[in-house]
């Protein structure tokens, strides 16, 4: 009885946060000023963040509209435009990849099914070869003990066979790629394809994303997928086993398994944009050095038929606070199941507010529109240097949106990678400015599980040796859902990051040369590494 009291209080906590946080549901455009504010950002973010917009998925229409957006505000500070052809924009070929109808599998002669059973990992760039096509006809498969051991079986126990995985431990050991990095799987190139047996755990977001498909830019010889990997259920490992596999030794041979079929892929509705503008410097001397702001302009689009907006958010309240990327199994299935009870109960007493855009408010949104502010900023203010600052979900990081967030809250990832001198410059930056934000660099860890260092924007400047540093105030229970808007923003610690940021560009600028880049510079055609 305590647990169900407890989950109809937290059931109820999205309508009390709303109202503390005194943002509206739709907000009236007002005129922006030069200086970073929070009503600035707030007008900015709700036209970025409206449906109508469509969730700015790339290729599709919606994020044409976005862009144009974008492009239209930069031409009306007075920038100049630095895409293709004088344009404001750099178009690129984008192509969908989802799973081929026509994929299938068996076990020991059982067929499988799809989503149930298992789930293809698509061909994802960034991972360097992962995600290619099966083809495994009646292929023994060799159990290779957990991801990362260094007891895995041998390359020659696995050639032409099907590599069984099993999670390594901690609640991210789903992400095999963290662990099982690219010197071990193309130890096993000669293998049919891996096998991870984390089909269970996977988080709701993983699942749908696998579910189904993808964007990305035409396969290249850099980037070509080229190794199968597959998720599947600890019932059909155990299957492929013969039994249960505790005591089962890395190189044991197990069943039998077919799987042939893996992906289809089609060019999108529209092209990927990014939109590319410059602010002329005050030194015609530096004339080729720039400070480079960057953010994503897209999100995740439309999602099936909606969800009531309200019961979702009061769900992963309870059951996933850090959103799409929760890396604890927060709920047990006891709550999970009160909470749809409670839910249930609710929704026959309320009208449901039924959403199914992924506006991506904070998660893209928060990021782009901090590029206008600054753009307005330095119209008025130019400047010179070399760097890149990159910025991505800035607007929440509060004591409810994760684990040790408040007031000052901010994650830093890379600032020292390349430049020690540029991560000692954003810290004297924060104190000098009295901006009050304490960092965390608990993300920016060496082999950890996220590896956010390699899977955002600014990488595509480290790999060039380019010093970067990328501001976040992190995850929380809207990411990657229809539920995150721009009416859960704080716009006063938004605008405090965004000046922030402005200010540490400004330092990098006024600076009588370059920071030294002091570490070691990535091989920039290699395969990243945090």
């Known amino acids: 009885m305590r647990i169900h009291s407890t989950l109809l209080v937290l059931a109820f906590l999205p309508s009390l946060v709303a109202a503390q946080a005194g ?27 409206d449906d109508s917009m469509e969730g700015r998925e790339s290729g599709m229409p919606g994020n044409i509209r976005g862009t144009d957006y974008i492009a239209r505000e930069l031409q009306r500070l007075g920038l100049t435009p630095a895409g293709d052809q004088g344009s404001w924009f750099q178009d690129f ?29 698509p061909p994802i760039p960034q991972l360097g070869g992962l995600g290619a096509s099966f083809s495994a006809e009646n292929t023994p498969v060799v159990y290779g003990g957990k991801i990362g051991d260094l007891a895995n079986a041998s390359p020659d126990a696995v050639a032409g066979k099907l590599l069984l995985l099993t999670p390594a ?37 993983v699942r749908g994303f696998l579910s189904g498909s993808t964007i990305s830019m035409p396969d290249t010889a850099a980037f070509q997928a080229r190794f199968p990997v597959m998720y599947v259920t600890r019932a059909v490992a155990e299957r492929m086993m013969g039994g249960p596999l505790a ?44 400070v480079a702001f960057g953010a994503h302009n897209d999100h995740d689009g439309i999602h099936g038929p909606g969800e009531d907006h309200d019961s979702l958010r009061a769900y992963n309240t309870v059951i996933r606070p850090e959103g799409a990327e929760d890396m604890g199994k927060v709920g047990t299935d006891a709550q999970r199941d009160s909470v749809r009870g409670i839910l249930d109960s609710l929704r026959r007493l309320r009208p449901a507010r039924i959403d199914s855009v ?21 119209v008025k203010n130019p400047a010179q240097r070399s760097a890149q600052l990159n910025m991505d979900m800035i607007g929440r990081g509060t004591a409810t949106d994760i684990r040790n967030g408040g007031p000052g809250y901010l994650q830093l990832i890379g600032s ?23 960092f965390d660099y608990q993300f920016d860890a060496n082999g950890h599980p996220q590896q956010y260092y390699c899977r955002s924007d600014h990488y595509n400047y480290a790999r060039y040796g380019i010093p970067i540093v990328f501001f976040s105030t992190g995850s929380h229970r809207d990411y990657h859902m229809v539920t995150d808007e721009p009416q859960y923003i704080d716009y006063g610690k938004y605008a405090g990051v965004v000046n922030l940021v402005m200010d540490v560009g400004r330092a990098v600028a006024d600076r009588s040369e370059r920071v030294l880049v002091d570490q070691p510079r990535p091989d920039p055609k290699g395969q990243c590494v945090q």
């Open 23 to 49: 943002n509206p549901l739709k907000h009236t455009p007002q005129p922006t000023t030069t200086a970073i504010t929070p009503a600035d950002l707030m007008t900015r973010l709700y036209i970025f963040a």
């Open 93 to 121: 070929a984008l192509e969908e990849t989802r799973l081929d109808p026509a994929t299938k599998m068996s076990v020991d002669g059982q067929t499988l099914e799809t989503g149930k059973d298992f789930l293809m990992f």
């Open 169 to 205: 431990d901690g609640p991210a050991g789903w992400q095999f790629w963290a662990r099982f990095g690219p010197a071990q799987w193309q130890r096993y190139a000669a293998a049919k394809g891996i096998v991870v047996m984390a089909l269970d755990s996977l988080p709701d977001m």
């Open 247 to 290: 005591g089962v030794l890395p190189g044991t041979e197990g069943k039998t398994a077919t799987v042939t079929g893996g992906f289809v892929k089609r060019p999108t509705l529209a092209p990927g944009r990014n939109v590319v503008a410059i602010v002329p410097g005050s030194d015609p001397a530096l004339k080729g050095q720039y």
């Open 358 to 378: 992924m506006n991506g408010a904070d998660d893209d949104g928060t990021g782009s529109m901090a590029l206008l502010e600054l753009a307005e900023y330095f």
């Open 416 to 438: 020292r990678r390349l430049s020690t001198q540029l991560g000692d410059l954003v810290e004297e930056v924060n104190t000098a400015g009295r901006h009050g934000f304490t």
